[in-house]
């Protein structure tokens, strides 16, 4: 088989069906084929073709001829033969495929193959098809408070636009000083010890940090222990460092506290570091002191960065108590990322940090390297960085959000009862945060694939979930909700739900 022709004979004909990738998938599954999506990228790519069974489908689904799709109508010498091929290709727009075959393509790096961010992936895509076709669309997918009516606080605005004027330089490039000691003291407060100002790194969002940290670490192979679920910018980050993510099991019977058996089992000579995320997203869960005291027992005895995912932390029901792990670990290198991005629902501003703490001194190297990337961003959002003071100091107005009568609080309640009422589901209470990971009963539904779940979800009753693989979970029974969204809102959604699982078989 001609690899580029088939490629270009392939996109083309997509082209001419206006057929994406994810929908190209849905009809090739559609047809008892089971490939993933990778594959049809690779295809379009150039970089596989397929099988003979997989190539008779496609060529079904596009109307073209197999032999043709497969290039095996002309043997391809050159550019110029290529293009005479495409020039004959069936439903052919010449404007179109002379653009794309006189022109060198441009690919993807290879870096970036195994990585996965399905929280803005395929059924985003075409929840966003939808949209533009002009369907309404639930958005329970990303925890993004603005859209659902959630506003930052009077002071925070007026206070960011106060300094506006003052924001126009960059900063030092780990932040400007007085949003540093605001997180200082915030640290101090919080038990973590050994922090100086020069252990803070603001960034643009808690992203980009946790993209720094492993940037600054990883070599090819390195291990780094993640949870699974996770939030999965933990997992694409220490792919697109060289390193290899390894998922240990947060266990749903014990409240969605970490596996410590399976952490121990997971543990090799290349492991580096463990990650944690307390409070949890996707399962809400907020870890209790022993079990952290146990993790940081695990990475003592096989001398372990800690890397602790807290943006979560001052969003806590029941006013339960928030430990910092690196709180726990004084003789142990740790790193506590937070932001404002979830507490003062400013998610849009792009403002987070990373705090170093414990003994540095094993670090010295690597704190190098953190401070090497950290120069070469030059500095976060500078107007941003100036509302960091405010935010954390005086009274915390999310608390109106979280206690009894706030609108997080009572949705949150809401949407746990009410998803324990469908028959099928199931899900344990979350103690923070704006996320519930419910569990589908597989068998009842016959359910083999849960991204397909959440296709089917989208466009029978256009609502857009995120099923438990976009947060590295194995099997395909979870999907998450984001419970921001009004109670009136969230009733419609379940009502809508509760009609789909009462016939939905896979
Ligand atoms: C656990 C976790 N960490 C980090 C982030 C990224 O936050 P930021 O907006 O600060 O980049 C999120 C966003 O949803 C998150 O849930």
């Given at each position: 088989?001609?690899?580029?022709?088939f490629?270009?004979?392939?996109?083309?004909?997509?082209?001419?069906?206006?057929l994406k990738?994810?929908?190209l998938?849905?009809?090739?599954?559609e047809?008892?084929i089971k490939?993933?999506?990778s594959?049809?990228?690779?295809?379009?790519?150039?970089k596989?073709?397929?099988r003979d069974?997989i190539?008779t489908?496609?060529?079904?689904?596009?109307?073209?001829?197999?032999?043709?799709?497969?290039?095996?109508?002309?043997?391809?010498?050159?550019?110029?033969?290529?293009?005479?091929?495409?020039?004959?290709?069936?439903?052919?727009?010449?404007?179109?495929?002379?653009e794309?075959?006189?022109?060198?393509?441009?690919?993807?790096?290879?870096?970036?193959?195994?990585?996965?961010?399905?929280?803005?992936?395929?059924?985003?895509?075409e929840?966003?098809r939808?949209?533009?076709?002009?369907?309404?669309?639930?958005?329970?997918?990303?925890?993004?408070?603005?859209?659902?009516g959630?506003?930052?606080?009077?002071?925070?605005?007026?206070?960011?636009?106060?300094?506006?004027?003052?924001c126009?330089?960059?900063s030092?490039?780990?932040?400007l000083?007085?949003?540093?000691?605001?997180?200082?003291?915030?640290?101090?407060?919080k038990?973590?010890?050994n922090?100086?100002?020069?252990?803070?790194?603001t960034?643009?969002?808690?992203?980009?940090?946790i993209n720094?940290?492993?940037l600054?670490?990883l070599?090819?192979?390195?291990?780094?222990?993640?949870?699974?679920?996770d939030y999965?910018?933990?997992?694409?980050?220490?792919?697109?460092?060289?390193?290899?993510?390894v998922?240990?099991?947060?266990?749903?019977?014990?409240?969605?506290n970490?596996d410590?058996?399976?952490?121990?089992?997971?543990?090799?000579?290349?492991?580096?570091?463990?990650v944690?995320i307390?409070p949890?997203?996707?399962?809400?869960?907020?870890?209790?002191?022993?079990?952290?005291?146990?993790?940081?027992?695990?990475?003592r005895?096989?001398?372990l960065?800690?890397?602790?995912?807290e943006?979560?932390d001052?969003l806590?029901?029941n006013?339960?108590?928030?430990?910092?792990?690196?709180?726990l670990?004084p003789?142990?290198?740790?790193?506590?990322?937070?932001?404002?991005?979830?507490?003062?629902m400013?998610?849009?501003?792009r403002?987070?940090?990373?705090?170093l703490?414990?003994?540095?001194?094993?670090a010295?190297?690597?704190i190098?390297?953190?401070?090497m990337?950290?120069?070469m961003?030059l500095?976060s959002?500078?107007?941003?960085?100036?509302?960091?003071q405010?935010?954390?100091?005086?009274?915390?107005?999310?608390?109106?959000?979280?206690?009894?009568?706030?609108?997080?609080?009572?949705q949150?309640?809401?949407?746990?009862k009410a998803?324990?009422?469908?028959?099928?589901?199931?899900a344990?209470?979350p103690?923070?945060?704006?996320?519930?990971?419910?569990?589908?009963?597989v068998?009842?539904?016959?359910i083999?694939d849960?991204?397909?779940?959440?296709?089917?979800?989208?466009?029978?009753?256009?609502?857009?979930?995120?099923?438990?693989?976009?947060?590295?979970w194995?099997?395909?029974d979870?999907?998450?909700?984001?419970?921001?969204?009004r109670?009136?809102?969230l009733?419609?959604?379940?009502?809508?739900?509760?009609d789909?699982?009462?016939?939905y078989?896979?």
């Amino acid at each position: 088989m001609q690899d580029n022709i088939f490629s270009i004979r392939l996109k083309q004909s997509m082209k001419n069906k206006n057929l994406k990738q994810v929908e190209l998938l849905r009809l090739v599954e559609e047809k008892g084929i089971k490939i993933g999506k990778s594959h049809i990228s690779q295809y379009v790519s150039g970089k596989t073709t397929p099988r003979d069974n997989i190539l008779t489908v496609l060529s079904d689904i596009l109307e073209v001829d197999a032999e043709w799709l497969k290039g095996k109508d002309k043997s391809v010498k050159n550019k110029t033969e290529i293009v005479d091929d495409v020039l004959s290709s069936p439903k052919y727009e010449r404007q179109n495929s002379l653009e794309e075959t006189s022109m060198k393509e441009f690919r993807k790096s290879a870096k970036l193959d195994n990585v996965l961010y399905d929280v803005r992936g395929p059924v985003v895509e075409e929840a966003a098809r939808m949209e533009e076709a002009g369907t309404h669309v639930l958005k329970l997918n990303i925890g993004n408070p603005a859209p659902f009516g959630f506003r930052a606080p009077d002071e925070v605005i007026y206070d960011m636009k106060s300094q506006l004027t003052e924001c126009e330089g960059y900063s030092q490039s780990k932040g400007l000083f007085s949003a540093r000691k605001a997180i200082m003291q915030y640290m101090q407060n919080k038990n973590i010890p050994n922090v100086t100002i020069e252990d803070i790194y603001t960034g643009n969002g808690v992203s980009e940090l946790i993209n720094l940290s492993m940037l600054a670490l990883l070599d090819t192979g390195d291990e780094v222990l993640i949870p699974s679920p996770d939030y999965p910018l933990w997992t694409a980050c220490v792919t697109l460092a060289g390193g290899k993510p390894v998922h240990y099991v947060c266990d749903e019977a014990a409240e969605w506290n970490p596996d410590i058996d399976d952490i121990k089992k997971k543990i090799t000579n290349r492991t580096k570091a463990i990650v944690i995320i307390n409070p949890n997203n996707p399962t809400g869960a907020l870890y209790p002191r022993d079990v952290l005291q146990q993790i940081v027992e695990i990475a003592r005895e096989h001398q372990l960065i800690i890397f602790s995912d807290e943006i979560y932390d001052r969003l806590i029901f029941n006013e339960e108590e928030h430990v910092s792990i690196a709180s726990l670990a004084p003789d142990l290198f740790c790193v506590t990322f937070s932001g404002l991005s979830k507490s003062h629902m400013v998610a849009g501003y792009r403002v987070g940090w990373m705090v170093l703490s414990g003994n540095k001194r094993i670090a010295r190297d690597y704190i190098e390297g953190l401070n090497m990337l950290s120069n070469m961003r030059l500095c976060s959002n500078v107007p941003a960085q100036s509302i960091v003071q405010t935010s954390l100091g005086g009274y915390q107005s999310v608390k109106n959000y979280i206690n009894p009568g706030g609108r997080v609080y009572e949705q949150c309640e809401y949407i746990y009862k009410a998803l324990n009422d469908i028959p099928g589901i199931s899900a344990v209470k979350p103690k923070a945060g704006f996320y519930i990971f419910p569990k589908l009963d597989v068998k009842k539904f016959n359910i083999t694939d849960d991204e397909k779940f959440t296709f089917d979800l989208l466009r029978e009753k256009k609502i857009l979930l995120i099923s438990g693989k976009g947060f590295n979970w194995k099997q395909p029974d979870h999907f998450r909700i984001v419970y921001l969204p009004r109670i009136e809102v969230l009733e419609e959604a379940v009502e809508k739900m509760a009609d789909f699982f009462s016939y939905y078989r896979q």
